[in-house]
Structure formats: structure tokens, C-alpha cells
């Protein structure tokens, strides 16, 4: 096997060398101009493809039939196996590969996309190898690279594995990797390369600089390689600028373009840092609101952003309310980011609404999170634009109230064992003057029920301590910022005299030891009245 294998691997490298100039002169024939322009020229080409459902035109690839060109862009990636994979990672300083799997509809989607992206970065002239793996046929091979899933993408410089961290379409792909090996920027030369380029891209970043030299450029060029998504453009004309970013100001000016009505937005901020800018993109990229899906899930959720307002409303109301949410958001871009949830979309609601109680409503609701203090925080009135926007205000000046879940507050009237929810927590704990011995649980938790019957038998064991009080409390569905839960089911002794240090008793105690236990803790509470044994 091991001889047919590297007699394919010669075949393929063969081919791929018989193909290559074939590739570039195909692709450059038609343009005279400068390498940057045959830059925008190709991902224009590759936009085209996409727009038009992978249709292959003709008139961008010269006279070859779309056959033809489908099967080169997909010969240009290498099949790699087990004799070849060292090789291609050792002998070339950037390989992106492939793990796949045949069986995997997400590898055969992924396939093509990657190798239309191989097509366009061979035209650019990178030096990148996009190279793919069967990781079930060659799965020592696939482990050797550190393949676990499928499909998996593995950018190789020199030997060394990196993670890939770009989007999954062709023209993502071609972004990140020419980031990611020293072509991180597109230099536009003329009015003519700006317009070219404006006619098929809708998002970008722009920088304009006197010299493309000092400071403020090194920090942009550190931005653009540290980025995985937003193609970055550099000009050091203002003319040409001015057509990329209309409003454009200072000398050295950095701006993001996107495709909506707050198409602009720009970092006027003294001095560029690489930081800034990224804080700033993560600030600025999304949409003035993004409507949730599978897709963008992940992207939206790792945003670096603090402050998130999502709003969870069925299908039918999401469409009502986003122009009115675009406009509050507005008022707040670069501070906040908005979400919006279908709440009929399981996966993505259920999880957020449980934090709030709500994963059984099907209102409309409102909710927000403070990532630098961790706090969620609920619109408690009726969700109209004014009231939305207040809470916002609240939101970023800081003085909402953090929301803590609660049951409704329960009748305990000749109740043995209080019942305590996230509301009643201050009074019946902690401003209480009694000894308390509270009961954690969770309705999930299997070993809670013996807990429970002790707590019950202790209860009528001490029923004639005036000053010692029992409770329980469903942590799952009652939150408050003094009760820290570790493990299920807990059982915490709050003393008298001091609410804020609760003395955690082992839940796995015998109950005479616990009955114990809590003598020893009210005496030690200069507590005459606790004599009583079991
Ligand atoms: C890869 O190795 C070569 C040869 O040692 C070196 O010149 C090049 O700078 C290295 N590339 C990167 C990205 O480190
Ligand atoms: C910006 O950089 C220049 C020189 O690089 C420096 O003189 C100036 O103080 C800096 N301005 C700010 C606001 O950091
Ligand atoms: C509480 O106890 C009293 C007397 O023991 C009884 O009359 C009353 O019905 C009880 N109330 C409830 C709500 O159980």
C-alpha cells in the first residue's frame, strides 16, 4: 500500500506543478496592472462565484469550461496520506489543512469552499499550501497533526500547529489565511482600485496614513494580522479614502465600513494601538442588532463586548420590534451589543430564559449582562421602545438592579420548615435575630431527598428552640448575591450574630452527629437554651 500511496503522492505533485503556471497565468492574463489590483480583481471573482450559488462564469477564469475549473480548484489541494503529511508540513512554511472524513456532510460541504479558496490564494501568488487529510483512511497520519473531529482546519508555519480561527466561507478562508502568512493588508493605489474594490465588498476596515511607516501603522498592521475576520485596506491618499470612508478626518484615520444604515464608524481615539483597534472592531463589527442564528451563535456569545441586551420575542414580534431595536441601538453603539432571539428557536433561547426563570413564557422578554461584573438584569415593564431604551441608559451608567431569580413568595404560616425564595432571602436569613439551618436543593438532585428527611427530623427533633429556625430553599430556581451555591444538596448553618459567615455542616453526617453538630454551633453561640440531646 505504501508504495501505491507515494507513487499518488508523486502523481499529484506532479500534476500540481504541471498545474500551477497554468493557474497563475490563467488568472492574470487579463489584468496589466499592479499585484494589488489582481488582489481585488480575484476576491471580486470569488464574490461572484458566491453570489451566484457556486455558478462558475466563464469570463473570470479566461475560456475554460466550468468542469474544468471546478476540478482544478479542487486538484489544487493536496490529498495528502500517511508518507506525505511529514513532508508537506515540514518542507513548507505555511500549510492549511483539511481533516476530513468521507461519511461528514460538514467536510463535503466545507470542500469545495475550501478549494475555490485555494484557487483564489494560488492567483494571489501566496505562499500558502492548502492541503487536505482522509483522517478515517490515514487516521495516524490525522492524529500526527492533532486531528480529533471532523472536519477540522489546522494552519502548519514551519511545523508548528495553529488553530484556525477564520469563518467557513471561501472568501473567509482567504482572509484569514493571508493574515495569517504575511499579507495581512490590501494597499489601494487609485480611485480606480477603490471603486473596483467598493463594487464587491460591503465590510472592511480602512486606514489612512501619510507614510506607510512609525507607530500608528505598526499597530494597525499588528491589528490586521491579529484579526480573523474583516479584510483590511491602507491608503496613504486621502483622495482615495475619501471613497473608501466618506467622512474621513485626520491624517492618520482608521474606519470599519459595513453594510447597513450605520454603515460608518470610525476610531477617533489619539493614537492607534493594535488593542484599541481590536476592542474596537469586537465593538463595531456586528450588525446595529443581530438576529441569533445556529450560525453566528458562537461568534456573537464570544464577543468581548461587556454589555449585551438580547431580546427573546416569537418570530412574528422579533420582525416588529427590529427596526425600533435598530434605532435604540443606535444610541448606544460601540457600548452595548443587542441580540435578537426567536423564542421558538429551543437551543438558542432556552438557555438565556432559564437564567431568568422564563424558559416556560413565551413573552416577549428583555434581558441584559454585565460581563465585567457578571450581573444579568431583566426589563421588568412592558418592552415599548421607551422603556427598552431606559433600561439600556441603566445598563451602561451602571445602576440597574442586578436580577435574581425568585419564586413568588410562599404561605408559611405553621410551616415546620420555612420555605425561603430569592425575594424572601433578607428577610427570613438574614435579618432574621434566629439561628438559621438552611437546606439547599435542587429539584435534579438525586441525594437531596435523604437530606431533606433529616432536615424534617431535626426540625421536629429542635421544635423547641425558640431561636433556631429551619428553612429550605430551591437554588435552582432562587438566586441571591449572599447564598453561593457549591454542591447540591448543601446544608448551612447561619449563626445569630453573624449572617454572613453560614457554617457549611457535612450533608453526609449521621443524623445524631448533626444533631450534634448544631448543639456544639448554638453553644458556641453563647446559647443556654441548647441543651437538649438526642
Ligand atoms: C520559517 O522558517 C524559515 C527558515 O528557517 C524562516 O526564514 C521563516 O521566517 C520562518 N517563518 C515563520 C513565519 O516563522
Ligand atoms: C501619540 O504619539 C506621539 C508620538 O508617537 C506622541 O508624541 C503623543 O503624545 C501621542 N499622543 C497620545 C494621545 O498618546
Ligand atoms: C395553622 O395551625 C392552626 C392551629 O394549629 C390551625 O387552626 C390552622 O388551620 C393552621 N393553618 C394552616 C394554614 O394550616
Given at each position: ?353 432559564t437564567l431568568f426563570g422564563l424558559e416556560d413564557s413565551e413573552e416577549t422578554a428583555v434581558v441584559a449582562f454585565d460581563y ?163
Open positions: 500500500m505504501s508504495k501505491s500511496t507515494s507513487r499518488f503522492f508523486l502523481f499529484s505533485l506532479i500534476l500540481l506543478l504541471l498545474l500551477l503556471p497554468f493557474i497563475f497565468t490563467s488568472v492574470s492574463s487579463e489584468n496589466e496592472d499592479t499585484d494589488d489590483l489582481e488582489d481585488i480583481e480575484e476576491l471580486i471573482a470569488l464574490d461572484e462565484q458566491e453570489e451566484e450559488g457556486e455558478n462558475y462564469e466563464s469570463k473570470d477564469f479566461g475560456k475554460q469550461s466550468e468542469a474544468e475549473v471546478l476540478s482544478k480548484a479542487q486538484r489544487i489541494v493536496l490529498e495528502l496520506n500517511s508518507d506525505s503529511t511529514k513532508r508537506a508540513i515540514e518542507e513548507n512554511e505555511y500549510v492549511l489543512i483539511l481533516g476530513y472524513a468521507p461519511w461528514c456532510s460538514r467536510s463535503a460541504e466545507l470542500m469545495p469552499r475550501f478549494a475555490e479558496a485555494a484557487n483564489v490564494l494560488k492567483g494571489l501568488g501566496s505562499d500558502i499550501l492548502l492541503a487536505k487529510i482522509d483522517a478515517e483512511r490515514y487516521p495516524k497520519a490525522a492524529s500526527t497533526l492533532g486531528i480529533k473531529g471532523f472536519p477540522t482546519l489546522l494552519l502548519f508555519v514551519n511545523g508548528s500547529s495553529h488553530p484556525y480561527t477564520g469563518g467557513f466561507s471561501s472568501e473567509e478562508m482567504v482572509i484569514w489565511a493571508r493574515k495569517k502568512t504575511g499579507a495581512p493588508v490590501i494597499r489601494i493605489n487609485s480611485v480606480t482600485e477603490a471603486n473596483e474594490f467598493l463594487k464587491h465588498h460591503d465590510m472592511y476596515a480602512v486606514g489612512l496614513f501619510n507614510k506607510f511607516e512609525g507607530p500608528d501603522y505598526e499597530e494597525f498592521i499588528n491589528a490586521a494580522k491579529a484579526d480573523n475576520e474583516i479584510q483590511f485596506l491602507e491608503t496613504s491618499s486621502t483622495e482615495i479614502s475619501k471613497v473608501l470612508y466618506p467622512a474621513v478626518l485626520n491624517p492618520t484615520f482608521f474606519g470599519l465600513v459595513k453594510s447597513e444604515p450605520e454603515q460608518y464608524t470610525s476610531l477617533d481615539d489619539g493614537n492607534l494601538t493594535a488593542d484599541k483597534i481590536l476592542q474596537f472592531l469586537d465593538n463595531n463589527k456586528f450588525p446595529l442588532v443581530t438576529v441569533v442564528t445556529e450560525l453566528n451563535s458562537a461568534k456573537v456569545y464570544a464577543s468581548s463586548n461587556k454589555l449585551q441586551v438580547h431580546v427573546f420575542a416569537e418570530a412574528d414580534d422579533l420582525k416588529k420590534l427590529l427596526e425600533p431595536l435598530q434605532d435604540i441601538a443606535k444610541k448606544f453603539k460601540s457600548k452595548i451589543l443587542f441580540a435578537a432571539v426567536d423564542i421558538g428557536e429551543d437551543n438558542l433561547a432556552k438557555p438565556f430564559l465585567n461584573s457578571n450581573f444579568k438584569y431583566l426589563l421588568e415593564s412592558d418592552p415599548t421602545s421607551s422603556n427598552i431604551e431606559d433600561f439600556c441608559v441603566g445598563l451602561v451608567q451602571g445602576t440597574l438592579s442586578p436580577y435574581y431569580k425568585s419564586q413568588a413568595i410562599p404561605d408559611n404560616k405553621n410551616a415546620s420548615i420555612l420555605t425561603v425564595v430569592g425575594k424572601t432571602f433578607d428577610d427570613v436569613i438574614l435579618s432574621s435575630p434566629k439561628n438559621i439551618i438552611l437546606e439547599v436543593h435542587a429539584p435534579w438532585c438525586i441525594t437531596c431527598e435523604t437530606t431533606s428527611k433529616q432536615v424534617e427530623k431535626l426540625a421536629k427533633h429542635f421544635k423547641g428552640l425558640n431561636d433556631l429556625v429551619f428553612a429550605r430553599i430551591d437554588a435552582s430556581i432562587n438566586e441571591h448575591p449572599k447564598l453561593q451555591v457549591e454542591e447540591y444538596p448543601s446544608l448551612l448553618f447561619f449563626p445569630a450574630n453573624d449572617k454572613s459567615n453560614p457554617i457549611k455542616l457535612s450533608t453526609k453526617s449521621s443524623l445524631k452527629e448533626l444533631a450534634a453538630l448544631i448543639n456544639k454551633n448554638l453553644k458556641s453561640r453563647e446559647d443556654p437554651l441548647a441543651k437538649d440531646e438526642l
